[in-house]
């Protein structure tokens, strides 16, 4: 555990468990966590999720049978695993064959489906801890199946436990990662406010020849109720046609507005002309920032700037539970706001302190 005047991070082995937060003490939930099927980070990162908490978990698989056997039991099937080893092959397996927990990496698992579920499961934790006039900010991106298959003809099955539905992801397929998260979380009670485009200017080559290569990621902006604190002046663009026309404030305070005040002047906000600047759009680009450090998944620090700008105010804390390797804690450090930091990878925490080392934090 490290502390700073500025900011705190927490080496824990599962941010889906930050129990030494009240409830309601976070203002603005900044992060970008480990995008599906993409990477392995530095560490050991493995967690157990779902099953039955007190399961003694068998992690084999004995679905298979052994030559000449006949058998139709699926990974993950509640039973009894040892009675079908008999006739069954038993190999290791990331599904305890008595409970159907699975063990692995937060970002590796099998199936969209399951990531989608595991994801529901950390945001509720991260609701819990917002306030209830508090914003998050879920930086994701997507990615493609790219399961072997013969003559594109074998599909990847997978049911969404959250909508209730079968689907298919074929290869090739995209696989719709952000949209996935942001209807779970919608079901699960979060006000989705916005799907942001980051676009890069500067994306990563593809080897692509079929499709245009992917230039851009989502920033999901969700919300725990429909009014929250939006201080939309501090974010105003400059307006490139000269002529932006956008809302203004009520009685002198900054709000999150609602489309449904009545009219006229959208409520009792006031409209105002101003050639030089416009409200907020929902594309924002800006390249990709190096950073000299061991992390390579890292996001310019123009991103949660605007972010924490437009969600809080100084002195408020600021949260994000995938650290990586500290851009949220120094940019919110550096706008006097108050931070916490979780990063299951020890590598990745000792990045973050050796940015305060070099001063990089005030």
Not at 205 to 224: A, F, G, Q, W
Not at 320 to 347: C, H, M, Q, W
Request: net charge neutral; glycine share 10%; hydrophobic share 30%.
């Amino acid at each position: 555990m490290y502390w700073q005047d500025a900011h705190r991070t927490l080496y824990n082995g599962n941010c889906r468990a930050m129990t030494e937060l009240p409830d309601e003490s976070i203002q603005c939930c900044v992060t970008s966590p480990p995008y599906w099927g993409l990477r392995k980070y530095a560490g050991e990162q493995e967690s157990v999720w779902g099953g039955t908490p007190d399961c003694r978990h068998i992690w084999i698989d004995s679905s298979i049978p052994k030559s000449g056997g006949v058998g139709d039991y699926e990974v993950g099937r509640v039973g009894n695993a040892a009675a079908r080893t008999g006739s069954h092959e038993a190999k290791e397996s990331n599904t305890c064959s008595l409970c159907g927990a699975w063990r692995g990496a937060y970002g590796l698992e099998p199936t969209p489906a399951l990531y989608v579920q595991h994801t529901v499961e950390i945001l509720r934790e991260v609701r819990r801890v917002l306030r209830s006039d508090g914003c998050v900010f879920w930086n994701i991106g997507d990615s493609y199946a790219n399961k072997a298959t013969e003559k594109g003809k074998v599909f990847e099955k997978f049911s969404n436990p959250n909508r209730g539905k079968t689907n298919l992801i074929k290869a090739k397929d995209l696989c719709l990662i952000p949209q996935r998260v942001a209807i779970a979380a919608q079901d699960d009670g979060w006000w989705v406010r916005s799907i942001i485009i980051w676009s890069k200017p500067n994306p990563m080559p593809e080897s692509v020849t079929d499709r245009p290569t992917e230039s851009h990621e989502y920033i999901l902006m969700i919300t725990k109720s429909a009014h929250y604190f939006w201080d939309m002046e501090s974010v105003r663009e400059d307006c490139i046609t000269g002529n932006g026309v956008s809302q203004g404030k009520v009685n002198g305070k900054r709000f999150g507005g609602d489309e449904t005040d009545p009219v006229p002047g959208f409520g009792n906000r006031e409209l105002f002309n101003n050639p030089n600047v416009r409200n907020l759009r929902s594309v924002w680009t800006f390249p990709t920032q190096p950073y000299p450090g061991s992390h390579f998944a890292t996001f310019p620090e123009v991103l949660p700037e605007r972010c924490i700008k437009a969600a809080s105010k100084p002195g408020d804390i600021i949260l994000d539970p995938f650290s990586g390797s500290g851009t949220v804690l120094e940019v919110a450090a550096k706008l006097n706001r108050k931070a916490v930091g979780y990063e299951i990878s020890e590598e990745y925490c000792k990045l973050i302190v050796e940015r305060n080392r070099q001063g990089v934090f005030v």
